[in-house]
């Protein structure tokens, strides 16, 4: 037993270890964006197109001469907030409606549950590329497509949660006691049922910057002149042939973000279930 | 009710459903799909009543909702914006592309993720074991588009032994089309391989603790028929299953990669359509990959009730 728990231990280490310097580097990026970037977005070189990494530009330059490293950094802005507000909105609403349809229960809450079954299983990408395809797409609209999107993942987590906390004991030691169905939902299930809701929301946003990441690759994400990492991708494909340096760091940093955010989802989930973990 | 009856019924509502939900999203979302094809200048009300009409969209919603499902029941999916055809010709043309791109995605996750996974449930602690689990948990996390990229940068840019775009059909040259199939199936492969290695290592470590396969070892049967031949074979049920419910995320992987390859099936065609605004296009290229999907997943479904009765009392 304690041997187990040792390599627990260092794994969970090891993933924290990973995950948390990946992140706060993708987050300051996004926060800091244009005061800590090297060169303005704008900042054209034409004297060194889509060059290899070099002392001047450390991740290279795009097609017009632009600093890659520069806009990685700025790009980041689109990327986190698309893909953190999408998630929020997803797990609020969709939490809530979970929430709400276990309350009233009964054929609602089967139908609600059959729906959001048939959605889930759905690939996510095709709903997104219609809704970018009917309007003229903006960061804001991005988000809450997405959101949409990933909804009916907390609808059904949530519901399902609740039903089978139902007939937990905490829930009729509280109905015993006189509380109203509202405070059983609020103040007893919902604080018992969070840590689940977290892990989802850790992975709903490797999902969410997934999604962003290839839509914009598509050229059906934020137009210009917002960037994405994805976005950067896609309008470097062309020019990989000329020269292959500048698009593998965009690529790198959409693959190092999305495997932290699992990592620690990954890590989060054995932390608050314990008994589950290998 | 039967299970496959029960099955079918959910298939046959997959496809309603969601194809229901594209036909009234195109036409309540905010967007006017009449304004953005025409956009705002030109639009003079003859103009606008015009293009409405050849996008059936002038009679009230819910006579064009069944004329449409009428049409389809006929196989009529509607004329396209751009090139004034049948979009029934052009979807005729690319799914059989886009299956054979998905087969190819299937038989690459399987013949690496198979395989890997035996290996790290044979010898869990082993350095083969754990690396088969890493490049797995690799496998996994890289998005479709930076697995295809790191190929085509190997493959076909420093080693120059494959081509990183286009198609050939097969009739005209197996060899050539093979070729253009190899580096779109190894990046849709690659990441249901690290899918389909950590079920089988789960599965085979599992079915291999099980007493009739403890039996067999005391019978005197060899390690590698008793892992190959006894084990084997039951620890693939969830691996099926696992496909089956990944199917889903495999079509929606092929959108990236048909666009990354220039691989023209339905994907590369739903993205034309979107960059042209050809609704009735881009509506029927849904529908189809919808339909897709739902019998994929009801052929596997199927396929699980035959090998695994016990399924079928769920």
Not at chain 2, 22 to 49: H, K, N, Y
């Amino acid at each position: 037993m304690s041997d187990s728990s040792l390599t627990f231990t260092r794994q969970s280490d090891w993933r924290v270890w990973f995950a948390i310097p990946v992140l706060a580097v993708a987050g300051l990026f996004a926060l800091l964006g244009e005061w800590i970037a090297p060169y303005s977005v704008t900042g054209y070189d034409y004297t060194a197109i889509l060059s290899s990494p070099t002392a001047a530009h450390w991740f290279g330059t795009d097609e017009l001469g632009r600093d890659i490293l520069s806009r990685l950094i700025i790009a980041s802005r689109t990327s986190v907030a698309v893909a953190l507000g999408a998630t929020l909105f997803a797990a609020i609403t969709g939490s809530l409606i979970g929430l709400l349809v276990s309350y009233i229960g009964g054929r609602l809450e089967a139908a609600v549950s059959s729906a959001a079954d048939i959605f889930i299983a759905l690939p996510d990408i095709f709903f997104a590329i219609l809704v970018m395809s009917l309007v003229a797409p903006n960061p804001t609209i991005l988000t809450i497509t997405i959101g949409i999107i990933y909804m009916p993942q907390f609808t059904k987590i949530v519901s399902a949660m609740v039903q089978s906390a139902r007939h937990a004991d905490y829930v009729t030691a509280a109905r015993s006691m006189g509380a109203s169905g509202t405070r059983i939902i609020f103040s007893d299930i919902l604080p018992n049922i969070l840590p689940i809701i977290v892990v989802k929301f850790t992975l709903t946003i490797s999902s969410a910057l997934l999604l962003e990441a290839s839509l914009s690759f598509l050229g059906l994400g934020a137009p210009p002149p917002n960037t994405s990492w994805g976005q950067m991708v896609g309008s470097l494909k062309p020019y990989i042939y000329n020269n292959p340096w500048p698009i593998v760091f965009p690529s790198l940093m959409i693959f190092f973000v999305i495997m932290a955010v699992n990592v620690l989802g990954d890590w989060f989930q054995d932390y608050v279930n314990p008994e589950v973990r290998r | 009710m039967n299970y496959y009856l029960r099955r079918l019924a959910v298939a046959i509502a997959t496809v309603l459903i969601s194809s229901s939900l594209v036909f009234f999203a195109i036409r309540i979302l905010p967007g006017d799909p009449v304004m953005m094809l025409l956009g705002e200048s030109a639009a003079t009300p003859e103009v606008i009543a015009r293009m409405a009409e050849r996008l059936g969209m002038d009679a009230p919603l819910h006579v064009q909702y069944f004329r449409w499902l009428t049409d389809l029941l006929q196989l009529d999916f509607g004329t396209s914006i751009g090139t004034g055809l049948p979009v029934a010709n052009e979807l005729i043309k690319r799914l059989p592309r886009s299956l054979e791109l998905m087969a190819g995605g299937i038989l690459v996750s399987l013949s690496i993720g198979i395989p890997l996974g035996v290996v790290a449930a044979r010898r869990p602690d082993s350095f083969i074991g754990n690396a088969a689990s890493v490049l797995a948990l690799i496998g996994l996390s890289a998005p479709t588009f930076v697995k295809g990229l790191i190929l085509i940068i190997i493959f076909s840019i420093t080693l120059g032994l494959l081509p990183s775009s286009g198609f050939t059909p097969f009739t005209q040259d197996p060899v050539a089309n093979l070729r253009n199939l190899i580096l779109p199936s190894l990046t849709l492969g690659l990441g249901f391989a690290g899918v389909v290695q950590r079920i089988t290592r789960a599965s085979l470590a599992e079915t291999l603790g099980k007493d009739y396969v403890r039996t067999v070892r005391a019978k005197g049967v060899s390690e590698n028929a008793s892992v190959y031949r006894h084990a084997l074979p039951n620890a693939m049920i969830p691996v099926i299953a696992v496909v089956g419910i990944r199917i889903g995320s495999m079509l929606g992987g092929m959108v990236v990669i048909e666009n990354l390859f220039n691989w023209p099936g339905l994907s590369s065609y739903l993205i034309e359509a979107c960059y042209a605004r050809d609704y009735p296009a881009i509506q029927a290229c849904l529908v189809v990959i919808f339909f897709v999907f739902s019998l994929v997943s009801l052929s596997m479904d199927v396929l699980m009730g035959i090998i695994n009765p016990r399924r079928r009392d769920v």
